[in-house]
């Protein structure tokens, strides 16, 4: 079978406002430093346009996300 997915997934959304604002740079980036333990991947839009780009952990939106 497959290998399960790593115990944390990071959600980054790349709707066409997020990608604007810069969520395909954020989820390299993130892939990059977070390395093979943490999952990170595109997410459809999760409605916080005005606050983009937009990573979610857990259930957590992380406004106005970036690398640090």
Known sequence: GEDAPP???VRVCDSI???MKG???LTA???SILGP???VIHAPCVG???K???A???QRQIFHADAD
Request: hydrophobic content about 40%; some cysteine.
């Open 29 to 31: 980036q993130l892939k």
């Open 7 to 9: 115990a944390l997934t």
């Open 37 to 39: 333990d943490v999952r």
């Open 56 to 58: 979610v952990v857990k």
């Open 23 to 25: 969520s395909g740079a």
């Open 52 to 54: 983009a780009p937009v």
């Open 17 to 19: 406002t997020c990608e």
């Open 48 to 50: 916080a346009c005005d």
